[in-house]
């Protein structure tokens, strides 16, 4: 009669990836802050990091690179080692395991997306693409519907629409990226990204300066023309209308007062502010012990007529 043999039950872990360590644990809940305790806890660290890499090995096909990924696990097992308490008489790996794969997660969720998008969102997102995957017989090459999805789903049609959208967030397109044709015929994505016209604000204001600097007197039309237009220094233009500098400068100076004031004051009666009523008397200008407190002095007026 042959002697039967029973195969011995295969561990689940090797003896490199689940390290005895109990009583050094023990040893670490009772240790204070210090040296001793951080070298411990280092060693603790160093002991279980080939369990943190397998892990974190687990999840290196969704876009992140191996060396980032155990990075991350490596600090998820830190914070397990620091939390754990022996006391409660749960083994260390029951505890670390779930410590270690929501670090990784969280990273995922808070730090891969290219476009960052609410977490609520990104839970659509995760159950749009799971019913998708399910759905996705690839019979017919055809992508289930978005009433099918949200029926497998239990998801309403407008979360199914936001977490098909959220599907195309998470990664970026590069604006060497081609659109269209092949690479010798396609356009570039940088060439027909629209830039913002730093002009725009100049046009404004060109438009909004021109009728109060047809009610200025000609003289003042003159000089802010000769002095912005024509770039004459303000002796050049005293020479030429036959008064000092002095004069020029105090022309110029009221010149641009009277246009701000104009500008502010029609810019005011077309957008009133939210607390002014309609037909309500203007604010008071404050009044000094000298008289009226003066503007402040614009700028160079955009445009100016002779």
Known sequence: MSTVRYRAERAR???EDAPETADDFKK??????????????????????PMAHRLAAKYRSRGETLEDLEQVAALGLV?????????HGTPFVPFAVPTIVGEIRRHFRDHTWDVHVPRRIQELRNKVRSSVKALNTGIDGRSPSVARIAEHSGLSEEDVSTGLEALESFSSLSLDAT?????????ALADVLGHSEPRYDQVVAREAVKPCLQELPERQRRVLYL??????TQSKIGEELGVSQMHVSRL???????????VEHDHGRRHPSRGQRAGSRPARRRVTATGPAPAKAPTAPAAATT
Do not use: N
């Open 13 to 15: 872990h090797s003896h």
């Open 28 to 49: 670490l809940a009772t240790l204070p802050e210090g040296p001793e305790r951080q070298a411990l806890s280092e060693r603790l660290v160093e002991a279980w990091l």
């Open 79 to 87: 914070k397990a080692v620091d939390r754990y308490d022996p006391a």
């Open 179 to 187: 659109l269209g044709g092949g690479d010798e015929d396609g356009v």
């Open 227 to 232: 002095r912005f237009f024509c770039g004459m």
């Open 252 to 262: 110029i100076s009221r010149s641009c007062q009277e246009v701000r004031q104009k």
